[in-house]
């Protein structure tokens, strides 16, 4: 199967939260292709962001101005099992978790599709990618963490490399229709060696949020055409 289209993903992470709507609305216009939706839970993850309630009014803000984009889900909450419905509920349109948060994987997985939507696992730096061997036929995601998770704005792990190679042949050799997504330190400096290893999903907050400038109009035309610039040049 050929290679999809080159997805950029900004992480609203990095967004300003006192104006998330606006910054969306801009990011999307600006070219970026999906908006990944931080969920983390304090227990999981060290941290504690947002939850459906946040997920639901930004799609009804997002449908409302006409923006037209997916919203990736990205779970990092134990028990996954019970938010899952929430978040479809909400409004999302992918919906990942960690393998190490669900007590049936397989489960969840048809959760997800059974409502509808694109389902996928999430693979930590020292995550093995076996969880995978069984599954494959419910996954549409599989998201590498260049990072651990927690926090943005952390440096790249450069072994994510290796494990997107080995994740690039397990989709290929499925033949399935499976997007490979990565989130962790991306950013126009590296984003090019990241699609050589095979993948099509790009998820960067403040290396496209960080970047701009509040009082500027478009400000997120220039990062993000800077991206586009870098992925062209990889092969």
Request: contains cysteine; hydrophobic residues 45%; aromatic residues 6%.
């Amino acid at each position: 199967m050929a290679k999809q289209e080159n997805w950029i993903a900004p992480s609203i992470l990095s967004a300003d939260f006192a104006q998330l709507g606006t910054d969306v609305k801009d990011v999307i216009a600006a070219g970026a292709d999906v908006v990944h939706f931080d969920v983390m839970d304090n227990h999981y993850v060290p941290n504690l962001t947002i939850g459906p309630l946040v997920c639901e009014s930004l799609k009804n803000f997002m449908v409302k101005e006409g923006v037209n984009a997916p919203v990736d889900a990205h779970l990092m909450v134990k028990p996954v099992s019970r938010i899952i419905g929430d978040f479809a509920s909400a409004g999302a349109d992918f919906i990942t978790f960690h393998p190490e948060a669900s007590e049936h994987i397989d489960g969840d997985l048809g959760s997800i599709k059974n409502a509808g939507l694109k389902a996928g696992l999430v693979f930590n730096p020292a995550t093995s990618l076996s969880y995978l061997e069984h599954v494959m036929d419910k996954i549409d995601m599989i998201l590498i963490m260049s990072v651990n998770p927690g926090f943005g704005g952390q440096s790249f792990i450069p072994q994510a490399l290796e494990k997107l190679k080995a994740a690039r042949q397990l989709i290929d050799a499925s033949g399935r229709d499976i997007r490979l997504e990565i989130d962790g330190g991306v950013k126009v400096e590296n984003i090019a060696e990241v699609a050589a290893a095979g993948c099509d999903t790009f998820v960067s907050g403040s290396g496209i949020f960080g970047k701009a400038n509040a009082s500027d109009a478009n400000r997120y035309d220039t990062v993000i055409q800077q991206m586009r610039d870098e992925l062209a040049k990889a092969k």
